[in-house]
């Protein structure tokens, strides 16, 4: 509890530090996981040895990008090389706390393992986007996760209490849980808050959330204009992966996200891997700067971000993307040659009346399946705002429709909103996506 707390004031002091020297706290952070991982993980050990770079070539944090991003099928099939030794121990015990990844397409996932010193001080970070949204660590949190709630540090003096939800439950069941304890905060998928405000709008808002956060999934802006419409108060998402925590998270201005630059660096990058410019798409390729158990450097997650330079008016000095645009691999290209992104692709259908789940199958270049699930009898016209939304959107591409009662969920909770069948990917390879 009390390294909770020191840590929770550490990164509320850096969020507001003069760029320089928050520039300076990543590379001595960045420093030292990298001297760390030459020393004592083999994985980077042996890459880095073969390419010619190590710990002394770090200078500025320019120069991380002398160090080779790793293919992650590797790091996906051997695991353990990416530990740690003073930690194999604890490793092969199963003792650490362990996230699993979604693994690449094609990939096992890779389950990240992080020591509890680690572990505590990403609990720092996790309150401080809480804070900036003006959360009280003294209000309980609705929860919808698929795995029950450990206790962590400061819930043990009653804060941060959380109320679960677990994933697994239909909407319905999950509105009663969220109407037994009304005015407390929500911390959400978007998936799922989505349904629950098409279907139950006047039952939802009289629950009157006191703060609405969406996390783990893609939240296009057009569901979250509906969820907003619903509740009536803002909905502040969050982007983070079980690799890293979180990584970046919208203040109260809600112009882009703050990254949680103490945390990770996050390079948002083209297809020659160099930085792509503000308000350009590219790759996101991480470095967690915490996690001395299983580090992860120039990290290839599979997301397309949109790069930013902005400067937030909430004066927090973190920097920023401008977004979040869904994983590379589910990017489409049109028959015509346009690309849609996951984000793109979602767009079209938030407001329409009447659609409370949906998700696009495509499966070929020029054929896709639209899925929805609607609690109406009548879904006639709702049927044809879809087709000409849809035929504006993606023109070229045959479109049939499919209702269903539910689109099925992963024991996260987790929906698949875009899918493609093999070879329909945009780009050459997925992970290689510019505008
Ligand atoms: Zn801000």
């Not at 590797?74 to 695991?79: C, M, N, Q, R, W």
């Amino acid at each position: 509890m009390l390294r909770s707390l020191y840590w929770v004031g550490s990164a509320l002091g850096a969020q507001r530090l003069p760029p320089g020297a928050l520039r300076a706290l990543q590379l001595q952070r960045l420093r030292r996981m990298i001297a760390h991982c030459q020393q004592s993980v083999p994985f980077y050990g042996a890459l880095w040895a073969k390419t010619g770079v190590g710990a002394a070539d770090l200078r500025t944090l320019e120069d991380l990008a002398r160090f080779p991003i790793p293919d992650r099928r590797a790091l996906e099939e051997e695991p353990e090389r990416l530990v740690a030794r003073p930690h194999l121990g604890l490793y092969r015990a199963g003792a650490g706390h362990i996230r699993r990844s979604g693994g690449s397409s094609g990939g096992p996932q890779l389950e990240v393992h992080a020591d509890a010193a680690s572990w505590a001080r990403l609990d720092g970070f996790y309150f401080r986007a809480l804070r900036a949204v003006g959360y009280d660590p003294r209000v309980s949190m609705a929860y919808f996760w698929g795995a029950p709630l450990p206790r962590r540090g400061l819930a043990r003096a009653g804060l941060m209490m959380k109320v679960g939800v677990p994933a697994h439950l239909d909407e319905e069941s999950q509105l009663l849980i969220l109407e037994q304890n009304p005015g407390i905060w929500w911390y959400y998928h978007p998936t799922s808050l989505f349904p629950l405000a098409k279907r139950f709008g006047e039952r939802l808002r009289a629950t009157s959330p006191r703060g609405v956060i969406s996390h783990a999934e893609l939240l296009p802006r057009s569901m979250r204009a509906a969820i907003e419409a619903t509740l009536g108060v803002p909905v502040y998402d969050q982007y983070g992966t079980s690799e890293f925590n979180r990584m970046a998270w919208e203040c109260p201005a809600r112009r882009g996200y703050h990254i949680d630059a103490d945390s990770v660096i996050l390079e948002v990058l083209g297809d020659d891997d160099r930085p792509v410019a503000p308000g350009e798409t590219g790759r996101a390729v991480v470095t967690g700067l915490i996690n001395q158990m299983m580090p992860l450097i120039r990290y290839e997650l599979g997301d397309l971000v949109v790069a930013s330079d902005r400067r937030c008016e909430c004066g927090r000095t973190l920097p920023m993307i401008e977004g979040i645009e869904g994983r590379a691999a589910d990017v489409v290209t049109l028959p015509g040659g346009g690309r849609r992104t996951p984000r793109e692709l979602l767009e079209p259908y938030g407001g329409l009346d009447g659609l409370e789940q949906y998700r696009i199958v495509f499966e070929g270049p020029a054929e896709a399946r639209f899925e929805f699930a609607s609690s109406r009898e009548e879904v006639a016209s709702l049927e044809r705002a879809i087709r000409d939304a849809f035929e504006a959107s993606c023109p070229g591409v045959a479109l049939s429709l499919r209702r269903v009662d539910a689109l099925e969920k992963a024991p996260t909770g987790k929906r698949r909103m875009v899918s493609l069948a093999d070879g329909v990917a945009g780009g050459a390879s997925a992970s290689r996506f510019v505008e």
